[in-house]
T-cell receptor, first 109, second 114 residues
């Protein structure tokens, strides 16, 4: 059974720090990996999509990388801001995405 | 674009009642997904439609759940009869082609079955 694990479950950092969120998956034949952000009481917003033939994607202060051989993806957030506070989820799959349980991030002003 | 639109935002009902959740996907998207999110189980895919046709309903928990997509701009998820364990946030999401595409989520319906 495919599983997606995210560590840590929660993280608090001071504003301005660079941070890394981790996602690991058991499916070696990974197709695509997406990182999402979820604010309390809201839906999910897709941040970055890494397709199977790619190794990383960047958008502004966010960079996501994918290492299929180790079954890991990381989301790097540069110069964190209080507005980055949210839950970050990774999901692996094709159309049938398997979601991790998320990392709750709090950036302190 | 208004994004994926779900209604209602909140639904409180009593056990045994029928519940219908509604979704309007983003115009031009041909894939639609219903997800359920709970603290215990996280996000689970319930059903996936492509071009209005159900492709994978293996995540539908039991016969009390049914979903339809009568046209490209509307889908419903029905629970009948509802039970307290159905309480969760139900999300609808759409994507342009389904495979290898970004998912766009609605704001969800918070369902409470008393």
């Amino acid at each position: 059974k495919q599983e997606v694990t995210q560590i840590p479950a929660a993280l608090s950092v001071p504003e301005g720090e660079n941070l890394v969120l981790n996602c690991s998956f058991t499916d070696s034949a990974i197709y695509n990996l997406q990182w999402f952000r979820q604010d309390p009481g809201k839906g999910l917003t897709s941040l970055l999509l890494i397709q199977s033939s790619q190794r990383e994607q960047t958008s502004g202060r966010l960079n996501a990388s994918l290492d299929k051989s180790s079954g890991r993806s990381t989301l790097y957030i540069a110069a964190s801001q209080p507005g980055d506070s949210a839950t970050y989820l990774c999901a692996e799959g094709t159309y049938k995405y398997i979601f991790g349980t998320g990392t709750r991030l709090k950036v302190l002003a | 674009d208004a994004g994926v639109i779900q209604s209602p935002r909140h639904e409180v009902t009593e056990m045994g009642q029928e519940v219908t959740l509604r979704c309007k996907p983003i115009s031009g998207h041909n894939s639609l997904f219903w997800y359920r999110q709970t603290m215990m189980r996280g996000l689970e895919l319930l059903i996936y439609f492509n071009n209005n046709v159900p492709i994978d309903d293996s995540g539908m928990p039991e016969d009390r759940f049914s979903a339809k997509m009568p046209n490209a701009s509307f889908s419903t998820l029905k629970i009948q009869p509802s039970e307290p364990r159905d309480s969760a946030v139900y999300f609808c999401a759409s994507s342009q082609r389904g495979v290898g595409e970004k998912l766009f989520f609605g704001s969800g319906t918070q369902l409470s079955v008393l």
